[in-house]
C-alpha cells in the first residue's frame, strides 16, 4: 500500500503549457484513459472508495484508493479487468469489504480521457511528480473540460511539497481544485 499525497490546481491550456516550459526535466508522455466502478449498491461510492482501471498508454492498472486523513490509501495491481484485480488488491491491504461489494457486481460509473505531461521534480527535502493533465471527464453521454495540475509527493516532506505547490499556484495564478477527477465525474452521472 502507497500513501497518495497530492494537491490540485484548477488551470487552462496556456498554464500547463507555460508551466510545462519552465521545468527543463525529461517529459513522460501518457495517455490516459480511466474507467471509475461501483457495486449497484453504491457501495464502493458511499465509503468514499475510488476504484478504477486506467489505461496509461495502453498499459491497464486497476487501483483502489480511500480516505486517509489529508491523504489517500491507494492500491494498485496490474489486470486487464477489474474483476481480475479484486483479490490481488485485497492481498496486497486493500480493505476486505471490496470482496462482498465486488461481489454484487462492479459496473462502469463514469470516467476521463486525458493527456498528461509529467515531469519528477526533486527539492530539498522531497521529490514529487508534476502532472499537467488536459483532456475530459464522462458520465454516460455528458463531458466536462478537464485542465488541471497536480503535485503529487513521491518521497519526502509533506510540507516541502505543499511549499512547492504554493509557490507554482502564486506564480502561475493557479486555484485550488478541491475535487478529485472521480468526485466530479461521479457529479456528472448523478446529474449533479
Known sequence: MAIEYELKFKADYVNLMD???????????????????????????????TL?????????????KTPAGDARNEW???HTHIEDAIEDLISRGAPED????????????CGAKFTRFAK?????NAVVELALDHGYLFAGEQKEPLCEVEVE????????CREFADQLAAQFALEAQPRSKFARALRLYKGE
Not at 24 to 45: F, I, K, N, R, V
Open 153 to 160: 509527493l513521491k518521497s519526502g516532506d509533506k510540507a516541502a
Open 52 to 64: 478504477r482501471r486506467r489505461l496509461e498508454n495502453h498499459r491497464s492498472v486497476c487501483t483502489l
Open 120 to 124: 519528477t521534480i526533486t527539492l530539498e
Open 76 to 78: 494498485e495491481t496490474e
Open 98 to 109: 471490496l470482496r462482498n461489494l465486488a461481489k454484487e457486481g462492479l459496473f462502469p460509473i
Open 19 to 49: 508551466i510545462l516550459a519552465k521545468f527543463p526535466q525529461e517529459t513522460m508522455e501518457l495517455q490516459m484513459l480511466t474507467t471509475y466502478y461501483d457495486a449497484p449498491s453504491g457501495g464502493l461510492s458511499s465509503r468514499r472508495y
